[in-house]
């Protein structure tokens, strides 16, 4: 099994910053993606940030230039760097890992932006 803990979220005015953490355990040989997505009230989980083994990344446009992921393979953990907040960022984001083959979810972590 494969468990995941976010953290980081919180409340921030706009034009703020956070960092997001997502630190996976259990039984993991070697993660392949690892990314974050994100769902407001009554919306859809949308792909916020992608990273591959490789150290490649995906964005969504709406996060291109202000949103930055990475990832530390020794420590099994993805991280997000949100700079720019806007009050559309307003979501709850999850934390999503490959595992050959098999895909897990965090429990997800509130992210508020006020205007």
């Known amino acids: 099994q494969v468990q995941l803990v976010e953290s980081g979220g919180g409340l921030v005015e706009a034009g703020g910053s956070l960092r997001l953490s997502c630190a996976a355990s259990g039984s993991i040989f070697s993660i392949n993606a690892m990314g974050w997505y994100r769902q407001a009230p009554g919306k859809q989980r949308d792909m916020v940030a992608v990273?591959?083994?490789?150290?490649?990344?995906n964005y969504a446009d709406s996060v291109k230039g202000r949103f930055t992921i990475s990832r530390d393979n020794n420590k099994n953990t993805v991280y997000l760097q949100m700079n720019s907040l806007r009050p559309e960022d307003t979501a709850v984001y999850y934390c999503?890992?490959?595992?050959?083959?098999?895909?897990?979810w965090g429990q997800g972590t509130q992210v508020t932006v006020s205007s």
């Open positions: 999503r890992i490959v595992v050959q083959g098999y895909v897990y």
């Open positions: 990273i591959t083994s490789g150290g490649s990344t």
